[in-house]
C-alpha cells in the first residue's frame, strides 16, 4: 500500500509497505541535478553529492561509513540530469537510526575548506577515468553534440576547469537555492508503518527550508549533426541518436517497446544484425533516456575502423525499416513480455521499488500502479509503435557521434550523405 503525507515546509514523504520483507530502503530525493547548473558551476551539484558525505558536526565521514556498515546496510548517492538522490537500505529494525545518520548528512555537513580542495583531486581524477574509458566518455561526447549547448548536455560531473573553481561558499550557495523542502521528496519502501516514518521525518527535516523555486531551463532542440573525436584507439565508438518522448509523455510505453526491438537484448534487430549475423561488433546496443521535457533514443557499437562505415548504414537501414512496416505479431508480443518481465523483476527489490515511488512523485505527483502500468504496456498497438518510429526515427535528423581512428568521411555511408546535407 502506498500512501502520502506533505510536510508543513512542502516536503513530501511517500511509501510502501511491502509486509514479507525484513528491509527497508530510503531515498531522499532532490529536484536537481547538472540541468540545475550554468556553465560556469557545471558539476556543483555532483560535488555536493560527494561533500556530503565528508561529515557532520557529530559524525565524521568515517563514523557515516561505519555506523551504516554496524547496521549490515548499504549507503549511497547519485547525481544525475535533473535529479539527486541520498540513500540507505539496512534490515527494518535499524530503520530509526538510518534515518538519522541520512538526515544528519544531509542537512548538517559541515563542506570544510579542507576536504573541499582534497574532493577536488578526487574528482579530477574520475574525470580522468572517464576520458580513458572510451565506452563512457563517447556519452558525455553525444551529449554535447545531441543537445547542442542546452544544459541537458553538460557533463553530470563538471569539467577540470569548473572543478577546480569550486570553493565552500559558493558549493553552499547553491546548496541553499536548490535544496529546498518543496523540491525534496523522501520515498521508502519495505517494512515500514507510513505514520511512523514520517513523525521521524518531519522531527529531522521539518527545519529545511521550502518554497524554492524549481529550476527551469527552456526545453531542447536537438540538431541533426555529425561530431567526430579522433583518437588512438583500437576501436571506433559509435553513437547515433534521435529525439524521443519526454519522461510523462503517453508515448513512453510505446518507446519502451521500439527500443526493446531495436536493441534492448541479444534478441533484438540490431544486436542480431551486427553481431550474429555479421559479426561486426562485441556490443551493440539500444537505450532510451527521458527527462521532463525532452527524450532521446540512441544506438551504441564498437567495432573496428574499417566496419564503422558498414555498422553506421546497418542502423540507419534498421531505422528505416521501422518507420515503414509495422512489427509482426510475434515481436510485438516478445517485446511486451520482455519489458513486463523486466519491470516485474525489478520490483522484487526495495530498492528498486523506491526509487520508482520517488519518480513517480516527482514526475507524476502520484503514485502509477504496477497494473496500470502492465495494462499500459499491454494496450500499445504495432500501428502505434510504427507510427512513433516514424517520427523520431529518422536518419536524417539523427545525431552521430564517433570516438576513434575515424573522419566523417569514413563514417557516413554514401548513399545517407545526401539525405543527412
Known sequence: MCRKTVLDNGLRVVTEKIDHVRSASIGIWVQCGSRSEDIENNGTAHFIEHMLFKGTAVRSAFDIASEIDSM???????????????????????????????????????????EVEKEKSVILQEIN?????????????FGRIFWNGHPLGFPVIGTRETVSRFHRSGLLSFFRENYRANRVVVAATGNIDHDRFTEEINLRLSRLEGNGKIGV????????????????????????????????????????????????????????????KRALAYAVHSFLVSYRDAGKMAFYAGTGEDKAREVVGLIFSEMDKLADVKLTDRELHSAKEQIKGNFLLGMESTDSRMTRLAKNEMYFGRNITIDETLEH????????????????????????????????????????????S
Not at 77 to 91: C, I, M, Q, R
Not at 129 to 141: A, M, N, Q, R, S
Not at 404 to 417: T, V
Open 377 to 420: 504496456i499491454d494496450g500499445v498497438s504495432a500501428e502505434t509503435v510504427r507510427e512513433l518510429a516514424a517520427d523520431v526515427l529518422d536518419p536524417a535528423a539523427a545525431v552521430v557521434a564517433a570516438l576513434g581512428r575515424i573522419s566523417e568521411e569514413d563514417l557516413i555511408p554514401p548513399e545517407w550523405k545526401s539525405k543527412r
Open 129 to 141: 577515468l572517464i576520458e580513458d574509458t572510451p565506452d563512457d566518455y563517447i556519452h558525455d561526447f
Open 217 to 276: 531551463t527552456n526545453s531542447p532542440v536537438p540538431c541533426s549533426r555529425t561530431g567526430i573525436h579522433f583518437r588512438e584507439l583500437e576501436q571506433v565508438h559509435i553513437l547515433i541518436g534521435t529525439a524521443g518522448p519526454p519522461f510523462t509523455s503517453p508515448l513512453r510505453y510505446a518507446a519502451y517497446l521500439l527500443n526493446s526491438v531495436l536493441g534492448g537484448s541479444m534478441s533484438s534487430r540490431l544486436f542480431q544484425e551486427i553481431r550474429e
Open 72 to 114: 549490515g546496510g548499504v549507503i549511497n548517492a547519485y547525481t544525475g540530469k535533473e535529479l539527486t538522490s541520498f540513500y540507505v537500505k539496512v534490515p527494518d529494525y535499524h530503520l530509526p537510526r538510518a534515518i538519522d545518520v541520512l538526515a544528519d548528512l544531509f542537512l548538517n555537513s559541515l563542506l570544510e575548506p579542507d
